[in-house]
């Protein structure tokens, strides 16, 4: 009877209906009577369920309920006018009005009128509110044409139906052989127990193929009994490895993912999961909208609000050849390309496969003798030596007590140092150490870009430069060993520099603008930049990139590099970094062993590729 006797407060119905919102609010109604529509006494905790029954969905929705002016009483019963204020998820604002029938007809005090149209209108006995998730479409990652580079594209996907297997052990057979073809290994050890447990018709599906590599063996496929194929649209990029580590994956949210959106996912959704896709999810994943019914009828709509496209400067064209140029290594691999007129990052390729890190922006890894292009520029702009200059290449050099020496041991004698750059001479860079200083060093590093703050609008290192504060530590920085640390994009963007004559951030994600990136350089040293192409160039015409010498599309300047990475073993990292036109580029084998080694054939396949695409 608490309800009954708290019930009866004051003469008008202001205090009645003021716990009966306080009470809604926070769900405890023991303060107020009821009655239904007969006019029955309704027991308030009956009251609560069914208020909680009808809300339905939003049963669990923030909500806030507050009377709009005063009641209006006419004799034994009122009216008052409520504002309904949910808050739906993804923060979505439904507000609306209601009305609060009140009455102390046939009772001992106010009492409100329990009926399911108080939460709305148009809910009657039965109903209850439903939540229907509207689904935002998520918007591309473009090109530098402002093309989507993931659009629909057909794959195949490869089967078995039982009932057409003749030969279990001839169709094994064949289906390796074939696959073996374009590459692709598919385990068909199960494939007995798939076809014994299941009905005949049944497609048991075995891999999905492009359509290019599909039609490669759709001729050896189709001969084979048993084989059975479903053709349909899937969202995929140019192809499998198309910078795979910098764009990221879109897959379906796993649990970690809802648990920290619990606002803007459902199971279900979709969401980047690395690279850009990663960083730009929730713009490129849009508002979800959201729809409250009573059955079939709609109450209200919050209609989505798509995703928002991220444009990128990545050509397809160039893309395509950096990734085509790192499918045959093995090891860990990075490509890197820029547009030495702009910036333009056109073309970021890991590998093998695409990679999974991104090691293309983000590593951290010694330049080797590639640096030397850092250290010419110094050495040539404070006038330590022009390229003229006779600079001793001895098979060894000592400093403070500590040996350096050249690649297979290797001593040129006295040549002009435009000899020792392009055959890449160590000890040629460690007696210019001195003259050339840590301040001479750092100021060619920065003024080709190394090091700097970049904003490209994704995780990228820019570099960090070795203090060079001890004889032998500027001895190792000179020729790129020693606390040098750099990115293959770090060193694309020095190379882009010295073929500009300047040094320009490189830019990546263009919309979204980034909100920081770097300030353009002053020009280089006219003279000297001039002299260190002429030296470049050297390297590709009689020096350690020879081999490029007849690359299609014109000139290559460049320098390979070797890099050490840890004492105690003789693998190293293979490096080149160089231009071609208006394509300077940088490429990483790691423990790939010397620049011309294994860098150089990337880079000759790069041009090739680029030259016919």
């Not at 009877?1 to 109604?29: E, H, I, K, N």
């Not at 980047?272 to 730009?280: A, D, F, N, R, T």
């Not at 994009?489 to 830019?507: E, N, Y």
Request: some cysteine; hydrophobic content about 40%; glycine content about 10%.
């Amino acid at each position: 009877m608490t309800g009954v006797l708290a019930a009866c407060s004051g003469d008008g119905p202001d205090g009645t209906l003021d716990d009966f919102l306080a009470g809604w609010r926070g769900g405890d109604l023991s303060k107020v009577g009821f009655v239904g529509a007969d006019g029955g006494k309704i027991a308030a905790p009956e009251v609560l369920e069914q208020i909680r029954t009808v809300s339905g969905d939003l049963a669990k929705q923030p909500l806030t309920v507050t009377a709009e002016g005063e009641p209006k009483t006419t004799g034994d019963d009122a009216t008052s006018a409520v504002k309904v204020d949910w808050t739906l998820p993804g923060d979505v604002k439904w507000s609306y009005s209601s009305t609060v029938r009140l009455t102390k007809r046939n009772t001992d005090g106010w009492r409100v009128v329990w009926e399911p149209a108080i939460l709305h209108s148009e809910l009657d006995s039965g109903d209850k509110l439903g939540l229907k998730r509207l689904s935002a479409p998520r918007a591309s990652i473009l090109d530098a044409a402002g093309k989507p580079i993931v659009t629909p594209r057909t794959v195949i996907t490869v089967g078995v139906e039982p009932q057409k297997v003749t030969d279990l052990a001839k169709l094994r057979a064949g289906l390796a052989a074939q696959f073996k073809k374009i590459g692709v290994t598919v385990d068909t050890a199960n494939l007995a127990d798939r076809i014994k447990n299941a009905q005949p018709t049944s497609f048991l599906e075995l891999i999905t193929l492009r359509e290019p590599d599909y039609n490669k063996i759709r001729p050896g496929l189709q001969a084979l009994d048993g084989t059975v194929f479903n053709k349909q649209q899937r969202p995929l990029a140019p192809s499998r490895s198309f910078a795979r580590a910098l764009l990221g994956t879109v897959d379906e949210a796993t649990a970690e993912d809802l648990e920290k959106n619990p606002q803007t996912l459902v199971q279900g959704d979709t969401v980047g999961h690395g690279g850009l896709q990663q960083k730009y999810d929730a713009a490129l994943r849009g508002t979800a909208g959201v729809s409250v019914v009573n059955g079939e009828a709609e109450l209200f709509s919050a209609k989505p609000v798509p995703g928002k496209a991220v444009k990128t400067t990545l050509d397809v064209k160039t893309q395509l050849a950096a990734d085509q140029a790192l499918t045959i290594q093995k090891q860990a691999s990075s490509l890197v390309a820029v547009k030495v007129s702009d910036g333009s990052v056109l073309a970021v390729a890991n590998g093998p496969d695409g990679g999974t890190v991104n090691t293309a922006l983000t590593g951290q890894v010694a330049p080797g003798s590639t640096w030397k292009a850092v250290s010419a520029y110094g050495i040539l702009q404070k006038k330590v030596a022009t390229a003229d200059t006779t600079v001793a290449c001895p098979k060894t050099a000592a400093v403070a007590g500590r040996q350096f020496k050249n690649s297979h041991d290797e001593a040129l004698g006295s040549v002009p140092f435009h000899v020792d750059f392009a055959q890449s001479c160590n000890t040629a860079f460690v007696g210019l150490a001195p003259k050339l200083g840590a301040d001479g060093l750092r100021a060619a590093s920065e003024a080709l870009g190394i090091g700097g703050k970049w904003d490209l609008g994704v995780e990228a290192f820019s570099g960090k430069l070795s203090p060079a504060d001890t004889p032998t530590e500027l001895a190792a920085a000179t020729f790129g060993q020693g606390a040098t640390a750099v990115s293959p994009l770090a060193m694309a963007g020095a190379t882009a520099a010295i073929a500009r004559g300047q040094f320009k951030q490189p830019r990546l994600v263009l919309d979204p603008a980034p909100a920081a990136p770097a300030a353009d350089g002053q020009k280089l040293d006219a003279a000297a930049v001039t002299a260190l192409r002429k030296m470049m160039r050297e390297v590709v015409t009689a020096g350690t990139g020879t081999a490029l010498r007849d690359a299609p599309g014109g000139a290559v300047h460049g320098k390979t590099g070797t890099a050490e990475f840890s004492e105690g073993t003789e693998e190293t990292h293979s490096w080149f970094i160089g231009y071609q036109g208006d394509v300077a580029f940088a490429v990483m084998i790691q423990k790939g062993g010397a620049g011309s080694e294994a860098a150089v054939p990337v880079v000759e396949r790069f041009l090739q590729n680029l030259a016919k695409n």
